[in-house]
Every structure is written in C-alpha cells, then in structure tokens.
T-cell receptor
Framework: AQTVTQSQPEMSVQEAETVTLSCTYD???????LFWYKQPPSRQMILVIR??????QNATENRFSVNFQKAAKSFSLKISDSQLGDTAMYFC??????????????FGKGMKLTVNP | EAQVTQNPRYLITVTGKKLTVTCSQN?????MSWYRQDPGLGLRQIYY???????DKGDVPEGYKVSRKEKRNFPLILESPSPNQTSLYFC?????????????FGSGTRLTVV
C-alpha cells in the first residue's frame, strides 16, 4: 500500500520569507503522480502543483516549486515570498499512474502553515 | 462553470437518522469519489465510482453507502449515522485516465452527528 508522510504538523513563517514543506512517500510503483493541495479557511481544496514521476525536472508554478527526489521518495514544496493568503493547511498526495486502475489519491495528514505579517 | 456541487454545506443531525449528502458534477467525468477529512488523519477515501453503476469501497467504507445511477450524481448515504461519523466530507471527480492532472473537489460538507 502507498503511504504519504508529512512529518511537520505545523509551521509559521514571516511574510516575504521562503518556507519549505516536507513530504515523503512510499511506493513500489515506477509511474505515479505527486501533488500538493492547499486548503485555506474556506476549506476548498485547491491544487497547488503536481509532478509526474517520470519527469526529472522539478515542477514550478509562480512562487511555488517542488524538490522531487525520486530515489529518496521525497517531494518537498517551497513557497517563495510568502504571502498572508498562503496561510492554509497543505496536503501532500500521491496517485499511481493510469494503468494502476483505481486513480485513487492518497493523502498525507496535512500541515498547517501560518504566514505572519 | 465547471464544478462539483455538494449539498448541504453544513448539517447537524441526531444519531440514527438517515441522511444523504448529494454530489453533482457538470464536467461529464467518469470517476467520482468521496473522502472524509479528520484532524490529524488527512483525507481518507470512503467510496469511489469508475462509471455509472460501478462503485467500490475505499479505505473507510463502514457505515456508508453510495449509488451511481447517473453519470453526474454520486450521493453519499448514511443509513444510521453515529457520532464517529462527525467529519468534513468531500466529493471529487476526474476524467477517466486523466486523474493525474488532479481532482476537482466540491466545497465540502461539515457533518455533525449528536
């Protein structure tokens, strides 16, 4: 079974600083996807960034980037120039590739990020 | 607007009183799924459906039922709710074979069972 571990339950950062959220996962599959979802107080689940395992290049989306270490099964999220609106729960998630069948998203336990003014 | 619509947004009920949480999507997605979110546990899959009339259990199916009579609708049924089903529930959908691009989530249903 696939597992996703977010070891830091809570972090805080000052506005405009950079913060890194850690995530590790365990799988024997070679084709899979990794995701970071953001859940602000509105509780909407918002996709922040995704990474395809077969791509060596780390994904970036504006101020958000990942450090994907496939051999170490590590998938950290870096938020640059933190903004107050980044305050949210962040979930790391994993999915086996389409041939795996179920297309099930497996989530970590989440991490609460607070950006302070 | 492409979206997943869940109703109700908030629900307080009493133990044993049957309830249904509705989920509807307008994107012609084949895949739909229900998750529950609990503090310290993240989101866990309850049931999923790969297409009409095809449903299967997720990781925490006990106490829940689902049906998929139409492609767009995937209701979650609690026949005899108990307090341990107090949780935040999410419905999600994706296009079959394209879930790797991410799910579309509903806005969530906060259920309290007293």
């Amino acid at each position: 079974a696939q597992t996703v571990t977010q070891s830091q339950p809570e972090m805080s950062v000052q506005e405009a600083e950079t913060v890194t959220l850690s995530c590790t996962y365990d799988t024997s599959e070679s084709n899979y996807y990794l995701f970071w979802y953001k859940q602000p107080p509105s509780r909407q689940m918002i996709l922040v960034i995704r990474q395809e395992a077969y791509k060596q290049q780390n994904a970036t989306e504006n101020r958000f980037s990942v450090n994907f270490q496939k051999a170490a099964k590590s998938f950290s999220l870096k938020i640059s120039d933190s903004q107050l609106g980044d305050t949210a729960m962040y979930f790391c998630a994993f999915m086996i590739g389409p041939q795996g069948g179920s297309e099930k998203l497996v989530f970590g336990k989440g991490m609460k990020l607070t950006v302070n003014p | 607007e492409a979206q997943v619509t869940q109703n109700p947004r908030y629900l307080i009920t009493v133990t044993g009183k049957k309830l249904t949480v509705t989920c509807s999507q307008n994107m012609n997605h084949e895949y739909m799924s229900w998750y529950r979110q609990d503090p310290g546990l993240g989101l866990r899959q309850i049931y999923y459906s790969m297409n009409v009339e095809v449903t299967d259990k997720g990781d925490v199916p006990e106490g829940y039922k689902v049906s998929r009579k139409e492609k767009r609708n995937f209701p979650l049924i609690l026949e005899s709710p108990s307090p341990n089903q107090t949780s935040l529930y999410f419905c999600a959908s994706s296009l079959q074979g394209f879930a790797g691009y991410g799910y579309t989530f509903g806005s969530g249903t906060r259920l309290t069972v007293v």
